[in-house]
């Protein structure tokens, strides 16, 4: 039997780079903001080994951005996070958790300061916008809440500030980690971060029109040929491997951020005016009964994580991977998953039920990378 194929219509929409991603070899994409995001063009492991040794360029456009604009941005920013923004200045980003009045997480995007007047949310794969102008209309607040004509792409691994420098001038190694640069790339200003959804370091730049996009991404692998540079995506292994959070997967409107392992992103005291405060600083007090967790676990590679398998202690269930995967450098299946707290403790030895069958397992209290 074939397998199922994605129907293509205009609801789930390309980007200004698919093109470009088809001719790369594309071999599997996934849906995140209703649009394309390439998940494999190699393979999984293939992707994995050139992202720790070369530069890749990821098309993420998938990250919609969120525009918040006018006297009340402020006001409206600080009402979608229990993190105090009150420090942030222009060029700064921050990753804000972003919860509704019970305190659940409904986003985990990162946060652009261009002035005190304008902002920009890089969201995971939730409808956020609907949120954020719900609040700002029935609080009849001076902004305005939109979703700019911005795609990202992403410029990831270990050559990645060479690679920019070649395209973008020297000025983009001295970006420091979390803030951004607005530079020029063929008569257009782009905000450039230091930032990305991998551990092996890069860039995201912001693309402001979508008519840019083909000219940037030939611009970057013309400059990158000598530096082996290719095109690729997120990775699975790589992000477990970092700890990186997969909203939808790890996490969702169920969990609060302390048990996300965010708390240190909550500043529950100071950060009035946020809409899930009063409920957040029970949290805080009381601290969580579960939190996420790295696990090590034991034998061969597991199959695909398509849903939460259960983690036993002595038969009893106390907790659920939502992630895992087989790491090559570490020679040993990693994984992310949710664990009560009386088993959270480094090196804490499990069960976990794996489609295949029982697997030893262990607890970790930080990720491999």
Not at 134 to 139: C, H, Q, S, V
Request: charged share 25%.
């Amino acid at each position: 039997m074939s397998a199922p194929t994605l129907s293509i219509s205009r609801r789930l929409r390309g980007t200004p780079f698919t093109n470009r991603v088809s001719e790369a070899g594309v071999k599997g994409y996934t849906v995140y903001n209703h649009m394309l995001l390439p998940t494999v063009f190699e393979s999984v492991e293939a992707d994995y080994h050139h992202l720790k040794k070369h530069v890749q360029v990821w098309d993420v456009s998938c990250e919609r951005q969120i525009e918040i604009r006018g006297a009340d941005a402020a006001r409206l920013m600080q009402m979608l996070t229990p993190r105090d923004l009150r420090g942030m200045t222009p060029g700064q980003c921050y990753y804000v958790p972003i919860v509704d009045e019970t305190g659940g997480m409904l986003n985990d995007p990162v946060a652009l300061k261009f002035a005190d007047d304008k902002y920009y949310i890089s969201i995971a794969d939730s409808d956020l916008l609907f949120w954020a102008k719900g609040l700002a209309y029935g609080l009849h607040l001076e902004v305005d809440v939109n979703e700019p004509d911005v795609h990202p792409l992403a410029v990831q691994g270990p050559k990645a500030d060479e690679l920019m420098a070649r395209v973008f001038g020297e000025q983009v190694r001295d970006i420091r980690f979390f803030r951004f640069h607005l530079l020029d790339f063929q008569g257009n200003e782009f905000a450039v971060a230091r930032s990305g959804y991998s551990k092996q370091g890069g860039y995201e730049i912001y693309m402001d029109g979508a008519q840019n996009g083909e000219a940037l991404w030939d611009a970057l692998f013309k400059a990158g040929e000598d530096l082996n540079v290719r095109a690729g995506c997120p990775n699975g292994i790589e992000r477990i491997e970092g700890g990186l959070l997969s909203y939808g997967n790890d996490m969702t409107r169920k969990n609060t951020p302390h048990e996300c392992g965010l708390g240190r992103f909550c500043d529950t005291q100071t950060a009035i005016g946020c809409v899930g405060r009063d409920a957040l600083l029970r949290v805080a007090t009381e601290g969580p009964i579960r939190q996420i967790r790295s696990l090590s676990i034991e034998g061969d590679p597991v199959p695909p994580c398509t849903d939460k398998w259960s983690i036993f202690a002595d038969g009893e269930r106390v907790g659920r991977v939502t992630s895992a995967a087989w790491s090559p450098d570490f020679n040993t299946n990693v994984a992310i998953g949710m664990v009560r707290m009386t088993h959270w403790k480094e090196g804490t030895k499990v069960e976990v039920e794996t489609p295949d069958g029982m697997r030893s397992a262990v607890v970790h209290l930080k990720p491999y990378i």
